[in-house]
Nanobody, 127 residues
């Protein structure tokens, strides 16, 4: 059973940075499309940053373009989400998700495309 496990959330001031980690047990990121999603209170889950190593494709949600970057460490089987210039509206629970399916880039930010989800990690940006 594939299981993503997130870590690295916390409290940060506006303009600060955080790096989230997602370790994948039961599989390797080489074979999966991987996505970072977030869900704020009262809002729908939205795609933040997603990528597919086999397809060398990346997706970034409009609100985070230029501020967030996704990367991976093959040796550690871990995916990272580097978040810079954080804003209060980035406050949310952040989830790592994976799917074995190949997804076209324009649909990589759709939560329903992913089968495996982590438990989430809280990110709070204070103003």
């Amino acid at each position: 059973e594939v299981q993503p496990v997130e870590s690295g959330g916390g409290l940060v001031q506006t303009g600060g940075s955080l790096r989230l980690s997602c370790a994948l047990s039961g599989g390797t990121f080489d074979d999966y499309t991987v996505g970072w999603f977030r869900q704020a209170l009262g809002k729908e889950r939205e795609g933040v940053a997603c990528f597919s190593l086999p397809d060398r494709a990346f997706y970034y949600g409009y609100p985070v373009k230029g501020r967030f970057a996704v990367s991976s460490d093959h040796a550690k089987n871990t995916v990272y989400l580097q978040m810079n210039s954080l804003k209060p509206e980035d406050t949310a629970v952040y989830y790592c998700a994976a799917t074995f399916r190949r997804i076209i880039t324009s649909q990589m930010g759709i939560a329903g495309e992913y089968n495996y989800w982590g438990q989430g990690t809280q990110v709070t940006v204070s103003s």
